[in-house]
């Protein structure tokens, strides 16, 4: 939460309703830190409803493996809540014999923002609410960008928040994808963190895409908790 901060927090009876202007579901979206004796009662339930719907947003309940009560994606399924987005939080130690990978570089916030947009694809619009979680990030923010013969082909975020890193936003151009590129990016991106003093990196990877899922085991990384989305669209 820390790494990828939303513009404001309020406090339901344990949930924590984040809004960032619609930009992130994580950042948008009401979550249980804890785990509770009872389930939210359908009056808490109504009261973050209320607020996103004031905003303009839809209501969007973020399901973390480790707090939420057992029959909450059910109810929420139940009064119409659509699931999205199965994740894997994965976490790994870094490896102190990793070194420097000269052809990852620290990109400046500017360039970082845009070959992100361009290599998914995002319109233009949604910038403004990425550049605006970026300045709000307390921990050492870092753009990374790997360059092929001086082009940059792969790019990555990463927050190094005391012993920790985050990863975030790992991408490869489409034109230069299945080059081995993204794992070369994440082993750069891990040594620049442990030269920061971070000692265990975590990312974030939605379950169903394998290939990702793979390139993070094959990396040194294992699951840690699983969380999903269940959205009430406007």
């Known amino acids: 939460m820390r790494a990828w901060p939303a513009a404001q927090q309020l ?10 202007d619609g ?3 994580r950042a948008n979206s009401a979550l249980l830190l804890y785990p ?8 808490t339930l109504a009261r973050i409803e209320r607020l996103y719907q004031s905003q303009g947003l839809p209501v969007i309940f973020r399901l973390l493996s480790f707090t939420t009560p057992a029959d909450l994606d059910s109810r929420l399924g139940a009064k119409g809540y659509r699931a999205a987005d199965p994740t894997l939080v994965m976490s790994a130690a870094i490896d ?22 361009r290599m998914n694809g995002l319109p ?14 307390p921990g050492s923010l870092g753009f990374y960008g790997l360059y092929e013969r001086d082009e940059l082909v792969a790019c990555g975020l990463s927050v190094v928040d005391g012993q920790l890193v985050g990863l975030f936003d790992i991408v490869t151009d489409p034109a230069h994808r299945r080059k081995g590129y ?15 003093g971070a000692t265990g990196g ?7 895409t394998a290939p990702a899922v793979a390139l993070y085991e094959s990396l040194g990384f294992a699951e840690s908790y699983r969380y999903g989305y269940r959205i009430l669209d406007r």
């Open 23 to 25: 930009y992130t579901k």
């Open 182 to 196: 993204a794992a070369r990016l994440v082993r750069g991106v891990l040594a620049n963190a442990g030269e920061q």
């Open 36 to 43: 509770q004796p009872e389930s939210a009662s359908d009056e």
């Open 96 to 117: 102190t014999t990793l070194e420097q990978e000269p052809s990852v570089r620290e990109l400046d916030l500017e360039t970082g923002i845009d070959a992100h947009a």
């Open 124 to 137: 233009a619009e949604i910038l403004p609410g990425h550049r605006a979680i970026l300045e709000r990030i």
């Open 202 to 208: 975590y990312l974030q990877v939605i379950s169903k």
């Open 11 to 20: 406090l339901f009876d344990g949930w924590v309703a984040r809004l960032s």
